[in-house]
């Protein structure tokens, strides 16, 4: 059974899904309503889901350890982006991200998922815009979601970025934490070195 995640929550992964090893994220959204009727001209939303890969020092050493839709794969072959959806059309997932655990090279110590608003100066969007959004983790052993976090509130106005959660190594097993925290930043490079 899915657990729905609240901001700060901790789990286990090896207690919720014992036998892990290919992990899925997935990232879903709806698309904005179209403003001025039929002939309305307001943009897509485009978010961006990512990863940033840390080091015990919760610091980014290499460029190449962001995986997102300009580096769709680690070099580790460990994390694979399964690409960028420009609108959000569609039913389940918009974007996905697979990470097969045991290829994680030692040196990573933690791996931060994200989205951003792309392009959200210009086109004047941000997160509380977005309807329905949400992240889940999925063990692709068995396709069971492991847990869930609904990302869409009020509490996100004048912020086009979001830490979604972190997934970490503690004691030699991984854990999953539910952040939930805003920012606004100017894209992915941008929020990247907040950690370099």
């Known amino acids: 059974m899915s657990?729905?995640?609240?901001?700060?929550?901790?789990?286990?992964?090896k207690k919720e899904a014992p036998n892990l090893s290919r992990l899925m994220c997935g990232l879903g959204w709806d698309v904005?309503?179209?403003s001025g009727g039929?002939?309305?001209?307001?943009?897509?939303?485009?978010?961006?889901?990512f990863v940033i890969c840390l080091n015990e020092n919760q610091k980014l050493t290499n460029k190449s350890d962001?995986?997102?839709?300009?580096?769709?794969?680690?070099?580790?072959?460990?994390?694979?982006?399964?690409?960028?959806n420009l609108t959000g059309d569609g039913k389940g997932d918009d974007e996905q991200i697979i990470v097969d655990l045991p290829q994680v090279p030692t040196k990573i110590n933690?791996?931060?998922?994200l989205i951003n608003i792309y392009d959200s100066k210009n086109r004047?969007?941000?997160?509380?815009?977005?309807?329905?959004?949400f992240v889940r983790l999925v063990d692709l052993n068995n396709n069971q979601e492991i847990a869930r976090y609904k990302l869409s509130g009020s509490q996100y106005q004048n912020k086009n970025g979001l830490i979604l959660g972190e997934?970490?190594?503690?004691?030699?097993?991984?854990?999953?934490?539910?952040?939930?925290?805003?920012?606004?930043?100017?894209?992915?490079?941008?929020?990247?070195?907040?950690?370099?």
């Open 167 to 196: 997934v970490y190594r503690h004691d030699a097993e991984w854990k999953m934490a539910a952040i939930g925290d805003a920012f606004d930043a100017r894209g992915i490079a941008d929020i990247a070195q907040k950690y370099a």
């Open 110 to 113: 933690k791996l931060l998922f």
């Open 124 to 133: 004047k969007q941000e997160l509380s815009q977005v309807k329905n959004a």
């Open 32 to 34: 904005a309503p179209k």
């Open 38 to 49: 039929w002939f309305g001209s307001s943009p897509d939303f485009d978010l961006d889901a």
């Open 66 to 84: 962001i995986v997102y839709f300009g580096n769709l794969r680690h070099s580790s072959q460990a994390i694979t982006h399964l690409g960028d």
């Open 3 to 13: 657990i729905n995640l609240q901001k700060g929550q901790r789990i286990s992964l």
